[in-house]
């Protein structure tokens, strides 16, 4: 019988691993080495060495299981497994130099996912969770928050950096937001905002023009310490529909309101 406890623990192993090697690489990295996939979207020599060490190692965990990853190393997909992995979400912080950036491990069972890893590598803090377990960070478990209204909660989001056709009524929410609870943050690392959510940091998150990478990780460690996910309209297109709402089990519906008001099309 398949541990999902133990895929977890050496997904973790894994994560950190590709995490110290982008730490030592981020002490002599230079902006020369970035590379431009699409409008203010980079990659670097960093993503693509991590993201194939990650890859290498995941095989022997699962040797069936497919990949959906962010660089492109590996794009074979299972029939019943598969990895969702972004090697370093963050990348425009980390070639700036600014914290915080991670690694995002998923994997999905039938398209479910069963198991998630966010290690946020500058604070050395592994966020995780597996099926059916509560979630955890660095061994101690971890759950969302209990405000009870959006004027009581920090809110996160991710600003658009190339898809602008929902950017008018996004400024409007953010506004909104901006008047009408403890502040928005906007971290640079979705998996990170994700699991800040998990563990009480944030009350909301919330984003749209993500990928499955971005949150295949993210969306279980946030289940498992209680919160709740959908997209903008309440359904369950989060993986793959590039748009989410996390929150806290507590704002949710007020939270989803507010968002639809503004960005539901």
Request: hydrophobic letters at 40%; proline letters at 3%; one cysteine or more.
């Amino acid at each position: 019988m398949i541990s999902y406890e133990h895929i977890c623990t050496q997904t973790c192993k894994i994560a950190r691993q590709a995490g110290e090697l982008i730490r030592r690489e981020a002490a002599s990295f230079s902006a020369t080495s970035v590379e431009v996939k699409g409008l203010h979207n980079f990659v670097s020599y960093v993503d693509k060495c991590a993201e194939s060490m990650i890859i290498e190692q995941l095989q022997s965990i699962i040797p069936e299981a497919g990949f959906i990853a962010e660089e492109g190393t590996n794009t074979v997909q299972g029939e019943r497994f598969n990895w969702v992995v972004d090697p370093l979400d963050g990348t425009t912080n980390f070639i700036h130099g600014l914290p915080p950036y991670s690694v995002s491990i998923g994997l999905l069972e039938d398209n479910i996912p069963v198991v998630g890893v966010v290690y946020e590598i500058t604070l050395d803090e592994c966020f995780y969770a597996w099926k059916d377990s509560s979630a955890f960070l660095n061994g101690k478990e971890i759950k969302v928050s209990e405000n009870l209204t959006v004027h009581d909660s920090l809110i996160a989001t991710g600003f658009p950096y190339y898809d602008y056709h929902l950017l008018h009524q996004y400024l409007q929410c953010l506004e909104y937001l901006l008047r009408n609870s403890h502040g928005v943050r906007r971290l640079g690392s979705a998996a990170v905002d994700l699991a800040y959510v998990a563990c009480g940091r944030f009350e909301a998150f919330y984003e749209y023009s993500l990928n499955p990478w971005d949150v295949v990780a993210g969306t279980l460690i946030v289940q498992q310490a209680g919160g709740k996910i959908s997209d903008f309209s309440g359904g369950n297109t989060y993986l793959t529909g590039k748009e989410i709402v996390a929150t806290n089990n507590k704002i949710y519906n007020e939270f989803l309101k507010i968002v639809q008001q503004y960005l539901k099309k």
